[in-house]
């Protein structure tokens, strides 16, 4: 069995360098960091994992990024409403279908640790992670939605994220609160 953290939308590296610094058992683990964000490409130098600059998706290819004015933000999700995210300002870069990845780089007995934040995209990947399967290799999952945002989101579609989350006892932990469930 294999510990492993994937970070989804990694940003600066906040989430990873916070489990590395409080997590006891943190060297124990594989390290994988999704950003597509160039501009955070030299965030993670002082981070012992893999640096993945696709974006998270449900298929493999190229997929438009807009980035942000606030803090480099970014979004896949091109038709949002999300402030401090120029959608006028758009790079193509490449995506990878998350599900099929998971599935072809771990077994359902390695202990995964996945972190999502990825401005909207949740709403595309965790509903094919339920479909093929995938989201039965995670154990915890960290993150947060951003309803209401991005494609006229509404509780409905939280809802239906949570209520299929549950079915896989798994739900949306906060890091600072939750660090104690982590092996």
Do not use: Q
């Not at 202990?111 to 934040?117: A, F, Q, S």
Request: glycine residues 8%; hydrophobic residues 35%; proline residues 3%.
């Amino acid at each position: 069995m294999k510990k492993i953290l994937i970070d989804c939308g990694a940003h600066v590296g906040g989430f990873t360098k916070f489990f590395l610094r409080n997590v006891p058992t943190s060297k124990e683990y594989e390290i994988h960091l999704f950003e597509p964000n160039p501009r955070f490409k030299d965030s993670y130098k002082d981070i012992k994992g893999t640096y993945h600059p696709e974006a998270v998706w449900i298929s493999d290819g190229e997929i438009e990024l807009a980035l942000g004015t606030y803090k480099a933000l970014g979004s896949t999700i091109i038709d949002g409403k999300k402030k401090y995210i120029d959608y006028n300002n758009k790079i193509t870069v490449k995506c990878i279908d998350f599900g099929k990845w998971i599935k072809d780089n771990f077994n359902k007995d390695d202990y995964i640790v996945l972190k999502m934040n990825m401005e909207g995209a949740e709403y595309e990947v965790l509903p094919k992670m339920f479909k093929d399967g995938s989201i039965e290799y995670i154990n915890l999952l960290f993150g947060e939605l951003h309803k209401g945002k991005f494609r006229g989101r509404t509780r409905k579609d939280d809802a239906f994220i949570m209520k299929n989350l549950h079915r896989h006892n798994l739900s949306f932990l906060r890091m600072r609160k939750h660090i104690g469930l982590i092996k």
